[in-house]
């Protein structure tokens, strides 16, 4: 029998909608989650609980554990079935392997969310894996989910980081979690894909008819809405992949998959912030061929959505869709360029200039191997009126300098800022220190402060830094 507090966990009441459960078993597996011998709340996001309409005051860390360890809310959990392209190659074999759709909420804004779990136990499709999440694995997602979210990246975060018992993996005894992931959907490019290989075009209709109906409402009762949906995922998807470029963030593992049919970035596994601006670095160690290296993000996501054509073929016509993905490069290029010229502090400049600005301050980046974050929060930090009188006031001061080369390019970027500066009036000058405040967070993400959060954890169980990082990255990232 429950006990008082369990029965009044506020979890329990929120205002659930069968909508991907309402189709049919066609697309999900019911199962089991595992039941945890031990459980520790190690992170509670209470900055998610007024979406819910929840006060954090009232949301004890009891309810927590019931509610993401003990999985005790009385919703269905549904392992989704879906295939994917990995590196390239058509993957069958893939679905939830160790995670479940743990019900879908209306939030107060009026949009569906989804609760998913990660590290829950096994379901058909773990295949031989164990369906355990590690408390690394767990606390890095937590990181990259909440330090994309305050730099202004569209993507999925964790409600929830709960640690379990210890397993074993590879031989090694490693600490255990369950996650639980809140984002706009789990519907995947996979999702299709898996329909399309199993030749259901009516699954594909109904998918595509559920998608449209509950996160694409506003094309929902126009007569080509079914094109108006692959137009608009287009747009996100470049604007998404925009802004993880310019905030130097690689994703690591860009398969078919990981690409949710919102444009919302999600699943955070070998990530990385470049420290560097280096285009050809890569987040994965197995990733030896680079094919999801920093650079090539972009095409990578446009072959993500030339892949999703096929399925949406049986709906769709492939001559419109293929029309509407040949404007992916210029919607991508329109996206980066707005994205980086707030980081440089402007609204707009002419076309011609933007792409100066941009190239110039890459050539400059690349060169001299100043950090991708550091360059930009010394213009952040050192911007001033004095600027326009003189370019050689232009971050005088640095030492990262070291060579003829470098010297030379950092002339011809500062001229080159100098003279943008000089057609601003004043009010335009105070908005661009404005923008630089906002558009450039003192602290980002890099991996030795994850790994040192890490040791904190495994070797004195402190979580203290852990604790503090988190509360950087929301203060100095929000502008």
């Known amino acids: 029998m429950k006990d008082r507090q369990s029965t009044s966990n506020p979890f329990f009441y929120l205002n659930y909608e069968l909508a991907l459960e309402s189709l049919d078993n066609d697309f999900f ?13 190690r992170f509670r996001n209470d900055k998610l609980l007024p979406i819910l309409g929840l006060d954090s005051a009232t949301v004890t860390d009891r309810h927590f554990l019931d509610f993401c360890g003990r999985f005790r ?18 993957n069958p074999y893939l679905g939830d392997g160790r995670g479940f759709l743990y019900g879908q909420v209306r939030g107060i804004d009026g949009k569906l969310y989804d609760f998913g779990t990660k590290g829950s136990g096994q379901t058909p499709h773990s295949q031989s894996r164990d ?37 074993t993996r590879d031989g090694e005894t490693v600490r255990g979690s369950v996650m639980v992931r809140f984002s706009r959907s789990h519907l995947r490019f996979g999702t299709f894909e898996r329909l399309d290989y199993y030749d259901r075009p009516d699954l594909i209709q109904k998918l595509l008819d559920h998608g449209i109906q509950y996160y694409y409402p506003h094309l929902w009762q126009q007569q080509d809405c079914y094109i108006r949906f692959y137009a608009e995922l287009v747009k996100r998807i470049a604007q998404l992949v925009a802004q993880w470029m310019a905030v130097g963030f690689c994703h690591g593992v860009l398969n078919t998959d990981n690409m949710s049919i919102t444009g919302e970035s999600f699943d955070y596994g070998p990530y990385a912030f470049i420290d560097t601006y280096n285009p050809y670095f890569t987040a994965a160690a197995f990733d030896r061929q ?21 399925p949406l ?68 930090q050192r911007f001033s009126l004095q600027w326009c009188e003189d370019a050689d006031y232009i971050l005088h001061d640095l030492e990262f300098l070291v060579s003829g080369e470098e010297v030379v390019i950092l002339k011809r970027w500062c001229w080159l800022y100098h003279q943008l500066l000089l057609e601003r009036s004043l009010r335009e000058l105070e908005d661009i220190a404005q923008r630089l405040q906002q558009a450039n967070p003192t602290l980002v993400l890099l991996k030795p402060q994850i ?15 852990f604790v503090k990082l988190l509360e950087q990255l929301r203060f100095n990232n929000s502008g």
């Open 290 to 310: 680079g094919r999801y290296s920093y650079r090539n993000q972009p095409s990578i996501c446009r072959w993500n959505l030339e892949m999703l054509q096929r």
């Open 451 to 465: 790994e040192s959060v890490w040791k904190s954890i495994a070797e004195a169980d402190n979580w203290q830094p």
């Open 29 to 41: 597996d019911r199962v089991q989650p595992a039941n945890f011998s031990q459980l520790t709340l």
């Open 131 to 167: 369906g355990r999440l590690t408390l690394k694995g767990g606390v890095r997602e937590v990181l990259a989910a909440e330090a994309l979210h305050y730099s202004g990246v569209k993507t999925s975060r964790c409600l929830s980081l709960i640690e379990t018992e210890a397993f």
């Open 73 to 90: 809310g009385g919703q269905s959990c549904l392992a989704l079935r879906y295939h994917g392209h990995q590196f390239g190659q058509y």
């Open 313 to 380: 073929s049986a709906v769709i016509p492939v001559s419109e869709m293929e029309a509407i993905l040949e404007t992916f490069p210029q919607l991508y290029t329109q996206y980066y360029h707005q994205q980086m010229l707030h980081k440089l502090g402007f609204e707009r400049l002419s076309f011609l200039e933007t792409e100066e600005l941009i190239d110039l301050t890459l050539q400059l980046l690349f060169l001299t191997k100043v950090g991708y974050d550091q360059f930009f929060r010394e213009l952040r």
